[in-house]
């Protein structure tokens, strides 16, 4: 079993949807948890972060996190174009010295 | 804040020879810096972790001594890739973290080994 597991996709939403990107992670252990985003040919880039349960909120996008069904999702309000990219989960272990364990990710394309 | 950059952003050179790499974090003190590789259309992999002033920790399956990895301070690491071969064409990103966990990633090096 993997540790980080996302669905590849793709997914794909029309322009000004809902997308909604999940993750499940097999380590009760896992402390942090990480959403990136990868432009093609690019480094990915910080979107958000969690550490506790519940919902997290940054502008368009909302991080969820259920420790007890050992899941962490990304929702992408008002999607956009500009959004369409592979987005990566990762989430780190107690004592691992801060490495990032990381899903595959998941391709995301919004259509105008 | 939390900005990362790496320099070269693209490299071209002859199979045989050395290429260094650098990474900074520009704003803030970077307590650990990582190295990864990503080859095209697949996920990152982590080569090695590097701790400020001390020895890198390398993956399974990395090799150390064509890897070499120095974080001689708290903003700068490097990675240099000795005697390139054209299988070490990739996509070389480094990442810094100040803490706790977040890591904050360079816009990457392309390096192409000819």
């Known amino acids: 079993q993997k540790e980080v597991e996302q669905n590849s996709g793709p997914l794909s939403v029309p322009e000004g949807a809902i997308a909604s990107l999940n993750c499940t992670y097999s380590?009760?252990?896992?402390?942090?948890f990480f959403w990136y985003r990868q432009y093609s040919g690019k480094s990915p880039e910080l979107i958000m972060f969690?550490?506790s349960n519940g919902d997290k909120e940054d502008g368009r996008f909302t991080a969820q996190l259920n420790k007890a069904s050992q899941y962490v999702s990304l929702l992408i309000r008002d999607s956009q174009p500009s959004d369409s990219a592979t987005y990566l989960c990762?989430?780190?272990?107690?004592?691992?010295?801060?490495?990032?364990?990381w899903g595959l990710g998941t391709s995301l394309a919004v259509n105008p | 804040g939390a900005v990362v950059s790496q320099h070269p952003s693209r490299v071209i050179c002859k199979s045989g020879t050395s290429v260094k790499i650098e990474c900074r974090s520009l704003?803030?003190?970077?307590?650990?810096m990582f190295w990864y590789r990503q080859f095209p259309k697949q996920s990152l992999m982590l080569m090695a972790t590097?701790?400020?002033?001390?020895?890198?920790?390398?993956e399974q399956g990395v090799e150390k001594d064509k890897f070499l990895i120095n974080h001689a301070s708290l903003t700068l690491s490097t990675l240099t890739v000795t005697s390139a071969h054209p299988e070490d064409s990739s996509f070389y990103i480094c990442?810094?973290?100040?803490?706790?966990?977040?890591?904050?990633f360079g816009p990457g090096t392309r390096l192409t080994v000819l």
């Open positions: 969690i550490y």
């Open positions: 990442s810094a973290s100040g803490g706790p966990d977040t890591q904050y």
């Open positions: 990762a989430v780190t272990l107690a004592g691992n010295n801060r490495k990032l364990i």
């Open positions: 704003d803030f003190q970077a307590t650990t």
């Open positions: 380590d009760r252990g896992s402390q942090s």
């Open positions: 590097s701790n400020e002033g001390s020895k890198a920790t390398y």
